[in-house]
């Protein structure tokens, strides 16, 4: 197979970042930082059910939205470890809330949470993954880091990084 023919697995999940790339293999450090990224997906699905239904009925949509965004990167992140043959852990039934959720404005608190820590689950995987592999685990730092605002929370000059924003 040449590299312009990727193999069904690959076109289905995307996993390939580069010609020639191989998906069944990956790095450790990329693979425990993908699985990372995988839990932190799981999580924010669970709470944004909660920042729904406990949220203001204008925020209703935006929840359900980003439910949906994570569910779909939950499942795009559990069939790329799968690919790499690695065994995705399944989500928990249920998560221990942060704090108690509500209020809207908990809920929203709830969101902001939620996408700093896949932010930071997202800005590890950026360190782990060799070069032609951030783009895409950058791509979705951003977009966290944009959600997490729209939810209120204030602009960060690392997102993902705390350890720098004071710099």
Same mark, same amino acid.
């Given at each position: ?32 930082a993908l ?7 799981q999580a ?5 059910? #909660? ?19 994570? &569910? ?18 399944? &989500? ?19 969101? #902001?949470? *939620?996408?700093?820590? *896949? ?25 966290s880091a944009? &959600? ?20």
């Amino acid at each position: 197979m040449s590299a312009a023919q990727p193999t069904a697995a690959v076109a289905a999940t995307g996993t390939s970042t580069s010609p020639g790339a191989d998906p069944t293999t990956m790095p450790a450090a990329q693979a425990t930082a993908l699985a990372a990224v995988l839990a932190a997906e799981q999580a924010a699905v669970y709470a944004y059910g #909660v920042v729904g239904a406990q949220g203001a009925a204008a925020d209703r949509d935006e929840a359900l939205t980003a439910l949906q965004r994570h &569910a779909a990167r939950r499942d795009l992140v559990a069939a790329r470890l799968s690919v790499a043959q690695q065994t995705p852990k399944p &989500a928990p039934p249920a998560y221990q809330l942060p704090f108690a959720v509500g209020t809207p404005a908990q809920s929203r608190k709830l969101a #902001v949470h *939620v996408e700093t820590a *896949v932010a930071d689950a997202n800005a590890d995987l950026v360190a782990a993954s060799p070069a032609a592999a951030r783009v895409e685990a950058s791509r979705w730092l951003a977009e966290s880091a944009v &959600a997490a605002r729209t939810w209120g929370a204030r602009a960060q000059t690392f997102p993902g990084m705390p350890e720098r924003a004071g710099r």
